[in-house]
């Protein structure tokens, strides 16, 4: 390979092979970051072609705001649900569909269907099914829970939301639970059972410890994307009944866009960014300390 | 043992049977009445359409502008997809092979701000390319699509030029070939495993991806299939008929790639998640 001597060739071979990325990085992600940081101290409405700082008015602002709060707490709520939800089905579904049962690929491929459809699609799929076919059934059979649409009682709006979220995933983290399970060594098993272990024990002992790597990745996956949720509540619920599902994605797209409240809006942005940081990089230092202990 | 194992299984690919049938109810659901009246909806939302009537579907399609919808979706994830895999690897390349400060420094920061998520940078994105008027194109979409799938990919790419040995590099060089024919005659085939898995990822990603989109395109005539299907199904969502016809043509093209891919999309998202 050509070895550039000076400074103005190792620009010119950069340049070449990795400028525009670099320039639609930089441009795309850095600089509007670096932007929004400056956009929090700032009185900026969308509109008005001036705008004057404020401090650190919109930091507090937000941090007052009872609204925000709520949303951020049923956002954790959500969140500790779904990645409980999702993962444990997920991992049966995989421990199910590696041990040989007929038609295994069929499975595979049907349960990971969801995840083709983006999450408007399948939100206003359960938006059609949970107030026309289960209200239908409730009224036809009875059915005391189902005889008015789950989607205009907060409490049950938010179950629908975990629901539809538990549904649309489980396929995916399934897929990353099922290479976890085909690495795991067959005889390990085998020779597990000839010293007489029982299922829990072979659970406990032999395959928990080496899915350990795929509960990294999936568990990560599913929490970043449960604080992170936009489509599916704008799709499902829009936020109602009463603003009563709006999570925090959805409240501060509303913020922003809808009261024009972009600085506040911001700034909810970045305490976002950085629970989603904190939680998720310790969660991943937590969980790769336990996978070299074992 | 042997007869126990059999009697198990079959108690599994029950369970599991009657588990996907669940699954797929949804869309069962969605399947049946996209051919059925309103009245026919209301009165039994359960019961197969009488006579299989495409009425919604005319409907739906010319109301929902689908082709041109359709072709939005394909230009910008074309184009995003073949413009992130060609510049990502290039420039995973030379942060490989040229091992500069500069290069080791670009890496490090491109993969630490992978932790940034689109929400974070959402306001200020729409406010600083509304102000240079490069909102309401897909051109401009599919530039932001180039930044946000950059840096997954170059990493990706990383990992895997790693482990090409140099020697046939060398040896082309030796012949004659400048360091851009090296990379697209030597190396870019080679990368073709991760090429494809990264595709399969952003082809799903871009494809779905609704809030970009939604932030971007602004005009009736730029959207994107989810966008169309948005719009519609809030223009409509009295009309149980014609809204259920648009969600299946919105499904449709996706479930038939799948049918036709489904082994290297499932592979696909598999090694995606192994990073």
């Known amino acids: ?294 | 043992m042997e007869k126990n194992n059999r009697l198990l299984n079959g108690i599994k690919f029950f369970a599991l049977s009657i588990f996907l049938v669940l699954y797929i109810f949804p869309f069962f659901i969605v399947l049946i009445n996209s051919f059925k009246e309103r009245k026919e909806i209301l009165e039994n939302p359960l019961k197969l359409p009488s006579v299989l009537n495409l009425s919604n579907y005319i409907d739906a399609f010319t109301k929902m502008n689908y082709m041109h919808a359709f072709l939005n979706s394909l230009i910008i994830t074309a184009f995003s997809v073949f413009l992130i895999t060609l510049l990502s690897s290039m420039t995973a390349y030379i942060f490989v092979r040229k091992k500069w400060k500069f290069n080791q420094f670009m890496f490090f920061f491109m993969v630490a701000s992978m932790i940034i998520p689109f929400q974070g940078i959402m306001i200020p994105l729409v406010k600083i390319y509304g102000s240079i008027g490069m909102m309401n194109s897909k051109w401009a979409l599919i530039y932001m699509y180039v930044g946000f799938g950059a840096s997954l990919a170059v990493f990706m790419y990383h990992g895997f030029i790693k482990s090409i040995p140099l020697e046939l590099e060398e040896a082309a060089t030796i012949d004659g070939c400048s360091q851009l024919q090296t990379f697209f005659k030597i190396v870019f085939p080679l990368l073709k495993p991760v090429t494809t898995t990264i595709a399969i990822l952003d082809i799903l990603w871009i494809w779905n991806d609704f809030l970009l989109p939604y932030l971007v395109l602004m005009a009736p005539e730029q959207r994107t299939l989810p966008l169309s299907v948005f719009y519609f199904y809030g223009t409509y969502t009295i009309e149980y008929g014609p809204a259920m016809a648009a969600l299946m043509l919105a499904t449709i093209p996706v479930i038939i790639v799948y049918l036709l891919m489904q082994k290297q999309i499932i592979e696909g998202v598999l090694k995606g998640s192994i990073k």
């Open chain 1, 1 to 294: 390979m050509n070895q550039e001597k000076t400074l103005l060739a190792k620009l010119k071979t950069y340049l070449i092979f990795a400028g525009p990325t670099t320039f639609a990085f930089l441009t795309v992600i850095i600089l509007p970051f670096l932007y929004g940081i400056y956009l929090t101290f700032t009185d900026w409405n969308g509109i008005s072609a001036t705008h004057s700082f404020v401090g650190f008015q919109n930091y507090l602002q937000a941090f007052k705001d009872k609204v925000f709060w709520t949303s951020f707490l049923l956002t954790l709520k959500y969140v500790f649900f779904t990645v409980i939800l999702i993962n444990v089905i997920a991992f049966f579904l995989a421990y199910m569909l590696t041990s040989g049962v007929k038609g295994q690929n069929f499975f595979r491929a049907g349960f990971f269907t969801p995840n083709l459809i983006g999450g408007i699609l399948l939100g206003f799929i359960w938006q059609f099914i949970f107030s026309n076919i289960l209200v239908y059934l409730g009224k036809s059979y009875d059915i005391p829970i189902l005889s008015g649409s789950w989607l205009s009682d907060p409490d049950k709006a938010f179950w629908a939301l975990v629901i539809v979220t538990v549904w649309q995933y489980t396929g995916y983290m399934m897929v990353i639970y099922i290479s976890g399970f085909m690495n795991i060594p067959r005889d390990l098993l085998e020779a597990a059972s000839i010293d007489g272990a029982n299922f829990y024990q072979r659970l406990k002992n032999v395959i928990l410890p080496l899915m350990a790597p795929s509960f990294t990745i999936s568990v990560f996956l599913t929490l970043q994307r449960g604080f992170m949720v936009y489509d599916i509540n704008l799709a499902l619920t829009n936020g109602g009944p009463y603003k009563s599902t709006e999570l925090i994605s959805l409240h501060i797209y509303n913020t922003a866009f809808l009261s024009q409240q972009y600085g506040i809006g911001q700034a909810e942005a970045f305490f976002l960014f950085f629970v989603v940081a904190a939680v998720t990089l310790l969660q991943v230092y937590f969980s790769k300390k336990l996978e070299v202990e074992n």
